[in-house]
Every structure is written in structure tokens, then in C-alpha cells.
């Protein structure tokens, strides 16, 4: 049986590491240039290579975005960057222009092309279209609906998967198509340069009393007409897969490690255990301790955004994200010799504090470690942990793998 694919965000290196420990098939990342997140740190060609090999010796895969809306200007460096991508052994590479495909399929012959979500695919003949033009995975506009995907899915060929978003953040725009970072600030979304407008609060003024702003309000928090829901498809992934979906994409380039091993670790258990239901001719249900894990990230008020047809998308209560888990450290490795675990403090804890763990082993996912002693590197013992990025000691039998993560619920 071929399985879903959970493709993970990957805004530096950090985050590539933190999404494949915590189970992702595949990532996406930005290059230096012609992506839509030019503000993530992204990776330059020595860095490329290095997430490539690092990716690839773990039997993943990595793909790059190259989904700018392109001017004539940008074609010589472009012939060069594909190139590069080619040699260094992407995977593939994400497009939207088709220009800029058509350029890829002459100077890079050998790599293999997405087409991106900004491309805005909605139906199943534009799809057949860029399948003609070679390309090898449509990434759906996140305004198609499920019963859409179904009927574009029978009408391609069985060599072409589709993608989708199942999370993370989402634009007011359609598909992304958006001039209002531009038209306020003069950056471009559509280059990678988005300020997110949208999320702003904005008041009204009266055509002549220029002087007298008003500010547009439902209640005292303020209305936010622009500003979107996030996005949270965990319940019906089970639904996606049937209707054809090849690769759950997960939103978040610009998002923290902890976002990202939180969500990704939570679809991961999701998709694990709908395939051993399967298997096992058993129902499918989703577990309460796994849809709750995307309650302990940064997110929005949640939506299954346009997949039943639901226009009820803005999110009028608040612009800021919301979060009652704070990252505490992060797990360098278990000392079997002392019987310590060695970590790297991300946020300030103390002696005494009950620590939640955050792992893809079910062994120990959302078990709680309380902190009786901690140690320096120097053995000292430590009261207060709040020298950032201290390394520290702490007696436990938690034998918990690098990469795992401690957090803890704010008060």
C-alpha cells in the first residue's frame, strides 16, 4: 500500500532536523533566492547540500521552492540556480510561472517538478494541463474542496499525484494571489517578501473628517476582516486519502522548531494509526491526546478552511496567535552512565517544575518529567535554569532520544 506522504516545513536547518525526527516523509525549504518566504533563513548552496545528504541518508526526501511570479530579469539566474538544484540532488522543485517551467524542463531536464499551490489549480483541466507540460505533482489551491480533489484525482494520469494543505496558516488572498503587502509597504508577497497585512487591525475614517479615524470593532479585542483562520484538517485525513491526496503538506517556513515537531509529530501518529486501522479492518477514530496536540502550538482559531465549502474563514477575534505551551529545552542525549539527560534550556525553568515531553516515541509522548535536581556541565547543581541555551543535566530513567523536546503549560 502506498502511503500518504507528510511533508514538513523547513525554514533552516534546525527545523529539517526537528521535522524528520519527529516523522516527516519529506520537507520543503527555500533557497537563497526565488522562494516565497524570503525572509526564513533558507539555505544557500553550501547549506543545500548539506540538507540534501542530510535528508537523503535518512531514505527522505527534500524539495525546493522556486514559486516566485517571475520577471524577465530573474531568467539568467534562474538557468543557473536549477542547475544547481539538479547536481545537488533536490528532489524536486516547486514552480508556479510557466515560464519558469519551461525553462527548468530545458536547462534542468532531470528534475522533477511540483507545481505550486500559487499556480491556483482548482479544477481537473487546468491539472491535465500542467500534467501535459511534465509536471509530476499538482499542488492544489487551497480553495478546492474535497469533493473537487475526488474528481480531479479520476481524471489524471496515475503517474501524477496530487498535494495538498491538511495545516498552518492560511491567506485571505486566493491562493496567495495578494497586492496588499505590496500596495501598503512596497514588498512583495508574490516575491517573498509578504509583511502580513492582513493581519493587521485597521480603522475606518469618514471621506470628510480625515482626522477622525474609527476603528472597526465587534467587541473590545477588535474585528479583523482580513485576517484568516488557520487551517487543521487532522480529523479528515482519512477522507483526503481516499479521495486521492499523494502528500499532506504542513504550512509553516517561518514557524519555530517547536510549531513544527509539535504539528508534525501530531499527523504523524494520526497517519500511522489510520493505516494500522486499515490494515487491521478496524475503524479509524482519532485519539483526543492527538487532535489536543495542535492546541499546544502557536495557532488561530482553527477552520477546515475550504475543503466542505465552509466561507466562514476570518478570524474576527484576534490577530495574534495563541499558545499555553511554552518550549523548555530541547534533548541532547541521554547519559546512561550518570543517569542524566543532557539538554539545551530554550526558555527559563526551576527546580521543582513538572516538564511535559514532547517525542515521536510513544513511549514516553506527553509523559511528564518532573524536575527534582539539575546539574550544570560542571556538576554544580542549578536552582534557576535561565542562562539560554545552557547545558544542563537532570537525573531521570526517561531515556529520551536527541531531538525530543520539553515543554511546559503556562500558567
Known amino acids: 500500500m502506498n502511503r500518504v506522504e507528510l511533508l514538513a516545513p523547513a525554514g533552516d536547518m ?25 525572509n526564513a533563513k533558507n539555505f544557500d548552496e553550501l547549506q ?40 545537488a540532488g533536490v528532489d524536486a522543485v516547486i514552480i508556479s510561472d510557466p ?8 536547462v534542468a531536464p532531470e528534475l522533477e517538478i511540483h ?44 503517474d501524477v499525484e496530487i498535494e495538498a494543505f491538511v495545516h498552518g496558516a492560511m491567506c485571505i488572498a486566493y491562493s496567495g494571489r495578494c497586492l496588499l503587502s505590496n500596495a501598503l509597504t512596497g514588498r512583495s508577497s ?19 473628517r480625515g482626522g477622525m479615524p474609527l476603528t472597526i470593532g465587534e467587541e473590545e ?83 477546515t478552511g475550504f475543503y466542505y465549502g465552509d466561507k466562514n474563514n476570518v478570524c474576527l477575534q484576534t490577530s495574534q496567535p495563541a499558545c499555553d505551551y ?12 550518570k543517569g542524566m539527560l543532557k539538554v539545551e534550556m530554550r526558555n527559563r525553568f526551576r527546580k521543582g517544575d513538572s516538564l511535559e515531553i514532547l517525542s515521536p516515541d510513544d513511549e514516553y509522548f506527553d509523559k511528564i518529567l518532573t524536575v527534582e535536581k539539575m546539574y550544570d556541565s560542571d556538576m554544580n547543581e542549578v536552582e534557576d535554569a535561565k542562562l539560554v541555551q545552557q547545558i544542563l543535566y537532570i537525573p531521570t530513567q526517561a531515556k529520551l532520544s536527541e531531538g525530543d523536546i520539553l515543554r511546559k503549560k503556562q500558567n
Not at 527545523?15 to 524570503?38: E, N
Not at 515560464?99 to 530545458?106: I, N, P, T
Open 190 to 208: 508574490n516575491r517573498g517578501d509578504c509583511v502580513q497585512a492582513c493581519r493587521w487591525e485597521f480603522s475606518i475614517v469618514e471621506k470628510n
Open 48 to 87: 543545500l547540500k548539506e540538507a540534501v545528504e542530510y535528508t537523503h541518508e535518512r531514505g527522505k526526501k527534500i524539495y525546493v521552492a522556486a514559486n516566485v511570479f517571475a520577471f524577465n530579469s530573474d531568467f539568467p539566474k534562474l538557468k543557473d540556480y536549477f542547475v544547481t538544484l539538479q547536481n
Open 14 to 38: 534546525d527545523k529539517l532536523k526537528t521535522a524528520l525526527h519527529f516523522g516527516a516523509d519529506a520537507v520543503y525549504i527555500g533557497g537563497s533566492c526565488f522562494s516565497l518566504r524570503a
Open 221 to 303: 479585542r477588535g474585528t479583523y476582516l482580513l485576517n484568516s483562520k488557520d487551517l487543521n484538517m487532522i480529523e479528515h485525513i482519512g477522507e483526503l486519502i481516499e479521495n486521492g491526496v499523494s502528500s499532506f503538506k504542513v504550512e509553516g517556513r517561518m514557524k519555530s522548531p517547536y510549531y513544527v515537531a509539535s504539528v508534525i509529530n501530531a499527523y504523524r501518529k494520526a497517519i500511522d494509526l489510520y493505516y494500522d486501522c486499515k490494515e487491521k479492518g478496524e475503524k479509524y477514530v482519532l485519539p483526543s491526546y492527538i487532535a489536543d496536540e495542535l492546541y499546544k502550538n502557536s495557532h488561530r482559531a482553527y477552520t
Open 326 to 337: 511554552e518550549f523548555i529545552a530541547r534533548v541532547k542525549g541521554y547519559d546512561e552512565e
Open 99 to 106: 515560464g519558469v517551467l519551461a525553462l527548468c524542463r530545458e
Open 115 to 158: 507545481l505550486s499551490t500559487q499556480a491556483n489549480t482548482t479544477n481537473k483541466y487546468a491539472a491535465k494541463f500542467w500534467a501535459d507540460q511534465g509536471v509530476k505533482r499538482v499542488v492544489l489551491a487551497r480553495e478546492a474542496s474535497m469533493s473537487d480533489i475526488k474528481e480531479i484525482r479520476e481524471y489524471l494520469p496515475d
